[in-house]
């Protein structure tokens, strides 16, 4: 069902992400994590071209790219402790930084 509703669920969690950071925003990004790695299961690739289509034009979250880097550096820096959720991340990598470089590029416009 996720994937139906992928750009309405990527506005959603993107939306807390920017609103609510402080108290949700592992729990956002964890979220986001796991939807990128299902587009990389063959059941659920030919969503792939929605998720840049939905990067390229409709994606607005200016800020994400702070809490997103900030989630990669806290998971890098404790890989030892949370060696799970470092390989999910690594395995989302392309898709993960597909939305850090749109956010830093829609902050950066005038």
Known sequence: EIMKFLQD???SLF???TEYSDPYAEIV???LVSI?????DEK???FIPVLDIYISKHFSATLAHSDLLSYMNQRLLNFGE????LSDLLN???FYFQ?????HKLNKQP
């Open 44 to 46: 659920y690739r030919h």
């Open 15 to 17: 939306n807390i992400l």
């Open 99 to 103: 939305f850090i470089i749109q956010s």
């Open 9 to 11: 669920t990527l506005d």
């Open 92 to 94: 989302s990598m392309k």
């Open 36 to 40: 990128f790695n299902l587009l990389s």
């Open 82 to 85: 949370r060696q799970g959720e």
């Open 29 to 31: 990004i964890s979220a």
